[in-house]
């Protein structure tokens, strides 16, 4: 008998057929002698649906009231699918975060996992129930409900997986598997019968939504065994595999695209240079993440430093650094926000200097101007102007994926 915890997202709960579909899927599980603990999202919709409400009330509503209205979404999901499995004879319960001790930091809208006390939903194994948890949602130290971020379902999954040391942890969406770029961009996207931790995790931070950035970081830390595969159709799907020796090193592993990025560059005259490590601490301070810093010199005299943030953080960031300017020896801030990060990743890249110029070369020959780019050894990044980012992701597809990669 092993243990799994099966999750999934918002489009595989999306109708009560769906909702019906996933019960079958789970009491199979269960009928095979496993058992499962389940992690939901809101159905498809439901999240947007609630954050519009609350911005027609206020352009930037309560962050800590927003928590508690966003987490109602998981709660129905939940319910509705313990009484679909209940319907089918079987035994479950429908359980809160709060319910099974998920302790969170208390950053509303982007709350990290600390602890999980496993005691409740150790109860319920023991008694063969099919426990079924509401993602995305914890609590922090003072009892306030809070967050873990768009897309967050992931990580309750994986940090359960991790505290109830389950034998795999499987994520079921609406493709089967992970790809080598999303498939609705790029139709000729192969998918990837396994892929590094290290890889996923760039890929995840640079834009590839089908995992959660902080559920593949959860997964490194506790080398949970992490698969992706699709609810509507299930198979082998994608395995995140954490050695990275043993596999064939692909130079070139996936291609991602975010559109959640904005530009912003911090303007100072000289002879006084802006203080990128003042911005970078006010940046941290305020749980704000700076990428792809580089250094600008619009006019001669005019000289500063122009990096991206998550979009999420646009008015934040530049709330803080606008009322900091003297502090950071800044003439002004200035944003954009039609932009986009596209970027290739792969382990191979450590020992392979080609991919960089033929990653550039295939831009420039489709007329595609890189505002910024960033690289490391196992990734390389370019801002272009969001209006190209289809044709952006599609070229540099052609470019390292001619052949197959399995
Ligand atoms: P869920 O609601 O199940 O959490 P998401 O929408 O968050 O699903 O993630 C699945 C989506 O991720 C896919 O529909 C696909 O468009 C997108 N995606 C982006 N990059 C990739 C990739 N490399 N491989 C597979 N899917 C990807
Ligand atoms: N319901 C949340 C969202 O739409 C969390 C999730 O689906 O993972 O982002
Ligand atoms: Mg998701």
Do not use: W
């Not at 079924?132 to 967050?147: L, P, S, V, W």
């Not at 890189?370 to 952006?392: F, G, H, N, P, Q």
């Amino acid at each position: 008998m092993a243990l799994f915890v099966q999750k999934f997202g918002g489009t595989s709960v999306g109708s009560l057929e769906r909702i019906e579909a996933v019960a079958e899927l789970v009491v199979k599980t269960r009928q095979q002698g496993h058992q499962v603990v389940v992690v939901l999202s809101a159905m498809s919709g439901e999240t947007n649906r609630l954050i519009d409400m609350a911005r027609q009330l206020d352009t930037r509503p309560n962050s800590r009231e927003l928590d508690v209205l966003l987490t109602t979404g998981e709660q129905v999901s939940v319910a509705l699918l313990a009484m679909a499995i209940i319907k089918r004879g079987h035994s479950a319960i429908s359980l809160l975060a709060d319910q099974v001790g998920i302790q969170t930091t208390n950053h509303f809208g982007k709350a990290h996992i600390e602890r999980i006390d496993t005691k409740r939903l150790a109860q319920e194994l023991e008694h063969n129930r099919i426990a079924i948890i509401a993602g995305f949602q914890g609590r922090d130290n003072e009892g306030n409900i809070t967050t873990l971020g768009r897309g967050g379902t992931d990580t309750t999954a994986v940090e359960l997986a991790a505290a109830l040391k389950a034998d795999e942890c499987q994520i079921f969406t609406d493709v089967d598997g992970v790809y080598t770029t999303d498939p609705r961009i790029e139709p000729k996207a192969q998918r990837l019968a396994c892929i590094t931790c290290d890889e996923m995790l760039s890929l995840a931070g640079l834009g590839a939504k089908v995992l959660h950035l902080r559920s593949v970081e959860a997964a490194g830390r506790h080398k949970v065994p992490l698969r992706v595969l699709s609810s509507f159709s299930p198979d082998a799907g994608t395995l995140i595999t954490y050695d990275d020796n043993s596999m064939l090193q692909r130079v070139v592993s996936g291609i991602a695209a975010s559109r959640d990025e904005v530009q912003v560059t911090v303007i100072g005259s000289m002879p006084h240079v802006p203080n990128l490590e003042l911005i970078e601490a006010l940046c941290t301070e305020n749980n704000i993440a700076i990428d792809m810093i580089t250094q600008t010199q619009q006019h001669s005299e005019k000289i500063g430093y122009a990096f991206t943030v998550h979009s999420n953080d646009h008015l934040q960031v530049i709330e803080i650094l606008q009322s900091n300017l003297g502090y950071i020896r800044a003439h002004h801030v200035e944003s954009y926000m039609d932009v986009a990060k596209v970027s290739a990743v792969g382990l191979g890249m450590k020992s392979n200097c080609t991919v960089t110029g033929q990653f550039f070369s295939a831009l420039a020959q489709e007329g595609i101007k890189t505002l910024m780019d960033a690289s490391s050894e196992i990734k390389v990044s370019v801002l272009v102007e969001e209006k190209y980012l289809e044709l952006a992701v599609r070229t540099l597809h052609a470019t390292f994926f001619s052949e197959s990669t399995e």
